[in-house]
C-alpha cells in the first residue's frame, strides 16, 4: 500500500527566503507525481506534474525534483512571498489498475513579511 | 475555458439523509475522480469514471456511490449519512487516462452532517 509523507506539516519562513519542501513515498511503482497548493477552503490548484521517467520538471520560482529509487520528491521555491502561503500536498499516481492519487498531508506554509 | 465545476459548494445535511453532489469536468475531459478531504484523514480517494464506466474505486462503504452521464458530467451520493461523512470533497477531471494524466481539481462540496 502506497504511503506519502510530508514532513514538516508546518513552517513559517521570512519573505524572500528560498526554501525545499520534501515529500515521500513507500513504492516507487508511480506513474507520477503532481505537486498541488491549497488555500484556506479552497479546491487544490496543480502546480507541478513530473511524469516517473523524468527528474524535475519546473514553473516560474518553482522547481520539482523526482527521484524515483529513492522515494522522493522536492519542491523549491526560489524568492518566497507572503503570496506563497498555503498548504502544499504532494500526490504519487500508481500504475496500471491502481491509477488514483495517493496524496501526502500536506506542509502548511507561512512566509512573513 | 472554464475550470472544474461542482455544485453544491456549500450544504448541510442530518444523520439518515442522502446527499448528491455534481461535478462538470473541463470542457473535453473524460475522466473524473472523486476524493473526499477530511482534518483527520487528510485526501482520499473515492472513485474514478472515464466514458460513463467506474474504473477504480477506494475502500469506502458501499452508502457512497457515483455515476458518470454521456457528456462525461459526474454525481456522487452518499445515503444514510453520518457525522463522520462531513468533509469537503472534491472533483478532479483529466484529459486521458494516459500521459501526461494531470488532474484538474474543483473547488469542493463542503458538506456538513448534523
Known amino acids: 500500500k502506497q504511503e506519502v509523507t510530508q514532513i514538516p506539516a508546518a513552517l513559517s519562513v521570512p519573505e524572500g527566503e528560498n526554501l525545499v519542501l520534501n515529500c515521500s513515498f513507500t513504492d516507487s511503482a508511480i506513474y507520477n507525481l503532481q505537486w498541488f497548493r491549497q488555500d484556506p477552503g479552497k479546491g487544490l490548484t496543480s502546480l507541478l506534474l513530473?511524469?516517473?521517467?523524468?527528474r524535475e520538471q519546473t514553473s516560474g520560482r518553482l522547481n520539482a525534483s523526482l527521484d524515483k529509487s529513492s522515494g522522493r520528491s522536492t519542491l523549491y521555491i526560489a524568492a518566497s512571498q507572503p503570496g506563497d502561503s498555503a498548504t502544499y500536498l504532494c500526490a504519487v499516481m500508481g500504475t496500471g489498475a491502481n491509477s488514483k492519487l495517493t496524496f501526502g498531508k500536506g506542509i502548511t506554509l507561512s512566509v512573513r513579511p | 475555458k472554464a475550470g472544474v465545476t461542482q455544485t453544491p459548494r456549500y450544504l448541510i445535511k442530518t444523520r439518515g439523509q442522502q446527499v448528491t453532489l455534481s461535478c462538470s469536468p473541463i470542457?473535453?475531459?473524460?475522466?473524473v475522480s472523486w476524493y473526499q478531504q477530511t482534518p483527520g484523514q487528510g485526501l482520499q480517494f473515492l472513485f474514478e469514471?472515464?466514458?460513463?464506466?467506474?474504473?477504480n474505486k477506494g475502500n469506502f462503504p458501499g452508502r457512497f456511490s457515483g455515476r458518470q452521464f454521456s457528456n462525461s458530467r459526474s454525481e456522487m451520493n452518499v445515503s444514510t449519512l453520518e457525522l463522520g461523512d462531513s468533509a469537503l470533497y472534491l472533483c478532479?477531471?483529466?484529459?486521458?487516462?494516459?500521459?501526461?494524466?494531470?488532474?484538474?481539481f474543483g473547488e469542493g462540496s463542503r458538506l456538513t452532517v448534523l
Open positions: 469514471y472515464f466514458s460513463e464506466t467506474q474504473r
Open positions: 470542457s473535453g475531459h473524460r475522466s
Open positions: 513530473i511524469q516517473s521517467s523524468q
Open positions: 478532479a477531471s483529466s484529459l486521458l487516462i494516459s500521459v501526461p494524466r494531470e488532474l484538474f
